[in-house]
């Protein structure tokens, strides 16, 4: 590669005065980020310990972390480290989980959650949110959002709440969990074992009871200014949400708890009441326990078939790409791994894969048109017809995308059945 490559990618910097370019990620231990094709795009590189590199010059340290800036092939605000891996284990049940940097990553995978998963160096951003949600295909999408226990921690949970509220929709929201104070999950992990990070996870909190303890943790309520105070801060809360019905229900659980907790004190003087009420009722309730039991795919919309199953499932998981092929970003991996029984189903297959690969903007009307052209009339004609639509309702051409998603998602997991 040319140096002016290199340069446009991030791996060198211009040099100063005239000298040549220099390595940016020198002295390093090299972390490789893969796109969700599985292909390098970025780096990551942590410093090496001092006794294996020449000595800082003058009273320069180095930054522990350097991350790729972005470039034309990498954009870190919409890519996580890790994301091939979790997206599998997203399509096998197992829980998304967020934890800081690479090495925590590396922990998580080695505790056996696979759905491990690290922002580029920054906060988790509205972007990331939407590809976290969109990586699930169980209609309940909660991925689990980890922090260290530290004051650090709770802010940048704050702040990740902040970025969450006006996503908030039917379904769609994310579980917050806090790490001992002082470990992460590297540390805690080689201390204490694959046990120690699965109590950590299983109890993360929902978005709600996060909410509700953010804004009121080591704080009094004991007049009615402060209380009133309290109730305009939930309010403020719940009116980030852009979703009416989600908004009713924040609104409606802020409340009950705020009632509870007031309700627990016997007069305005009592300082401790509400905090005491507040935590005896989050340990009988407030545990989450959502990821101790795998979630099966939604059968919604499919109906079971009552001829040829297999290939049935085979027709409409083609069928689905030919009338939607802006659906292929999202299942590229599962599309491309299938090995269909009826071969020139499997060829159609292979044909799409190949025009898409070079244009996933392409209508489904000139997909069609070039396969035509490749002689896979009769394929297409039998895919794409009313008897396959009774089955999966979700191929039309009128459906939006995300229910083409979900029925694919559905029927990929019938068939590796």
Not at 104 to 126: F, I, N, R, W
Not at 230 to 246: C, F, G, P
Not at 269 to 290: A, E, L, P, W
Request: some cysteine; hydrophobic content about 35%.
């Amino acid at each position: 590669y040319t140096d002016e490559q290199m340069i446009e990618v991030g791996l060198l910097r211009e040099g100063k005065d005239g000298r040549p370019p220099y390595a940016f990620f020198r002295e390093r231990i090299m972390f490789p980020v893969p796109d969700r094709r599985g292909r390098v795009v970025a780096y990551g590189g942590r410093i090496l310990p001092d006794h294996l590199r020449p000595p800082d010059k003058g009273d320069y340290k180095p930054a522990k972390y350097m991350n790729s800036s972005d470039t034309p092939l990498f954009h870190k605000g919409s890519q996580l480290y890790g994301e091939p891996r979790a997206r599998q284990a997203a399509i096998d049940g197992q829980p998304l989980v967020i934890v800081e940097g690479y090495v925590d990553v590396m922990a998580c995978v080695k505790a056996g959650y696979s759905g491990a998963m690290a922002p580029m160096g920054t906060a988790l951003t509205e972007e990331q949110i939407m590809v976290l949600w969109k990586m699930m295909p169980q209609e309940r999408k909660v991925p689990i959002l980890c922090f260290d226990g530290d004051n650090a921690g709770r802010r940048a949970a704050g702040r990740a709440s902040e970025r969450l509220m006006p996503l908030l929709k039917a379904n769609h929201s994310a579980a917050i969990a806090f790490l001992p104070d002082g470990q992460d999950p590297d540390t805690l992990v080689n201390s204490h074992g694959k046990e120690a990070l699965d109590k950590v996870l299983r109890t993360a909190m929902p978005l709600v009871d996060f909410i509700w303890n953010y804004n009121t943790t080591n704080e009094r309520f004991t007049t009615p200014e402060e209380r009133a105070g309290l109730s305009k801060k939930m309010e403020d809360e719940v009116l980030r949400i852009t979703d009416r019905e989600v908004q009713h229900y924040y609104r409606q659980a802020l409340r009950d708890k705020i009632k509870e907790a007031f309700g627990a004190s016997k007069n305005y003087g009592n300082q401790n009441g509400y905090q005491n009420n507040y935590q005896n009722n989050y340990q009988k309730k407030g545990s989450y326990n959502g990821y101790k039991k795998k979630v099966e795919p939604p059968v919604a919309q499919m109906k079971r078939p009552s001829f040829s199953k297999k290939f049935l499932l085979e027709q409409v998981l083609v069928g689905a790409v030919l009338n939607h092929p802006q659906l292929y970003p999202q299942i590229e991996e599962e599309f491309g791994v299938l090995a269909l029984e009826n071969t020139r189903l499997d060829q159609l297959r292979q044909k799409i894969i190949g025009i898409l690969s070079e244009n996933d903007e392409i209508s489904p009307e000139n997909l069609v048109s070039e396969l035509h052209q490749e002689a896979f009339e009769t394929e297409i004609r039998g895919t794409l017809n009313e008897t396959v639509y009774t089955h999966a309702g979700f191929l039309r051409k009128s459906s939006e995308l995300e229910d083409v998603e979900q029925g694919w998602k559905q029927a990929f997991s019938l068939y590796r059945q």
